[in-house]
């Protein structure tokens, strides 16, 4: 026994993606609380070689990601010889980071906050999905050569919903915010045949200019926005089916939300896009309710692993990479 009262085999693992080391005490002592032991993830066993492929993350900052953590273990599950690096790129950089990724053979990169919309100038081209959004999350380079601008939320968001039994088609979507995931949410949203969805901002211009833009691009979903307050947003909600939350209400105590929980009624699959923490008062309510609901982890995961299968080419362990994430949130 030590000082500390552990026995001489302490363990030092690795605990995140930016692999700080934790002295912890042996799995069976008291003193190590069961969350700590689920944090102590073992390192992806990546190797690298002369042929190692190199995809990462642009975006300032960066030390906060998970991607890497996340990608590296899908990589190493699919036996791949892929590695994921997170670059600090600075916004004066972006022009030259990007141009680089052909020059240092680079299959592509993700592209993070607040980098998004300042790539796509220096693209050779968009998916659809990019261009209607207005915004690029993945890169992918073609031919070694020719850079094309992806955005994965989009898809992974309907991926995530799908996983929750959900379809979008005929869906008619009460949708809380306008901002960036708002946008992916939208445009995927109809996309997917939508019936209907009514936008709502604390920035009501926000709301209007998106549902202008979603109404143009499809006639066939009714999209309209509606003012922040209890007369406009209750009956909304009653009509509803699905009910989305892509603002930060819920990331902190204390938050309030633009509609009252007590609204939440049984037609309604509720889908929030926070995933810190994993059960937001909303998720709370509709629980309470014995509502259909998830939270964003797997929008997280599922928007990775639509990246992963842009870059190589292979299908992606989607449910391993959601699976790495809950590990690092320590989910049930
Ligand atoms: P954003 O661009 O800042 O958009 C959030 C929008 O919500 C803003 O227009 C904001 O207005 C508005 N808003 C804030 N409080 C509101 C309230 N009480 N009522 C109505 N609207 C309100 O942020 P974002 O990138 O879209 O992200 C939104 C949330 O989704 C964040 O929690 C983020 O972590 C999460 N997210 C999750 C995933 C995932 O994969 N699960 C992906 C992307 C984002 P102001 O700017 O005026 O405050």
Redesign the pocket.
């Known amino acids: 026994m030590d000082r500390l009262g552990w026995e001489s085999r302490v363990q030092v693992v690795p605990y995140s993606a930016r692999q700080f080391y934790l002295v912890l005490p042996p799995p069976t002592h008291p003193l190590r609380p069961a969350a700590f032991a689920r944090k102590a993830l073992q390192p992806p066993p990546v190797t690298l070689s002369g042929t190692t492929r190199v995809v990462g993350l642009f975006g300032y900052p960066v030390e906060h990601s998970f991607s890497p953590l996340m990608h590296n273990r899908a990589f190493a599950e699919a036996g791949l010889d892929y590695v994921y690096v997170a670059f600090p790129v600075p916004p004066e950089r972006v022009a030259a980071a990007v141009a680089a990724l052909p020059a240092l053979g680079l299959a592509g990169v993700n592209v993070t906050?607040p980098h998004k919309e300042a790539v796509i100038p220096h693209l050779a081209g968009l998916s659809r999905t990019a261009e209607l959004i207005g915004a690029v999350n993945t890169i992918e380079v073609v031919d070694g050569a020719r850079l094309i601008g992806h955005n994965t939320?989009a898809p992974?968001?309907a991926a995530?919903l799908r996983r929750g039994g959900v379809d979008l088609a005929g869906q008619r979507l009460l949708l809380?915010?306008?901002?960036?995931?708002?946008?992916?949410v939208a445009f995927q949203a109809a996309l997917d045949g939508c019936a209907e969805i009514v936008l709502?901002?604390?920035?009501p211009a926000?709301?209007t200019a998106l549902a202008t833009e979603v109404a143009g691009h499809f006639a066939a979903c009714r999209t309209r926005a509606i003012p922040?307050v209890a007369d406009a947003l209750r009956p909304a909600l009653g009509a509803a089916t699905l009910l989305i939350?892509?603002?930060?209400?819920?990331?902190h105590a204390g938050?309030?939300?633009?509609i009252d929980l007590a609204w939440l009624h049984d037609e309604l699959f509720v889908f929030d896009?926070?995933?810190?923490p994993l059960e937001t008062p909303l998720l709370a309510a509709a629980r309470d309710r014995g509502l259909g609901a998830s939270?964003?982890?797997?929008?997280?995961a599922l928007?990775g692993a639509e990246s992963f299968a842009i870059w190589t080419g292979r299908p992606a362990p989607g449910e391993s990479m959601l699976a790495t994430l809950e590990g690092h949130f320590g989910a049930p």
């Open positions: 906050i939320d992974g968001f995530a809380l915010g306008a901002g960036g995931a708002a946008r992916a709502c901002d604390v920035a926000r709301a922040l939350n892509a603002t930060p209400v819920g990331m938050d309030v939300y633009p896009l926070v995933y810190n939270n964003g982890l797997a929008m997280l928007q």
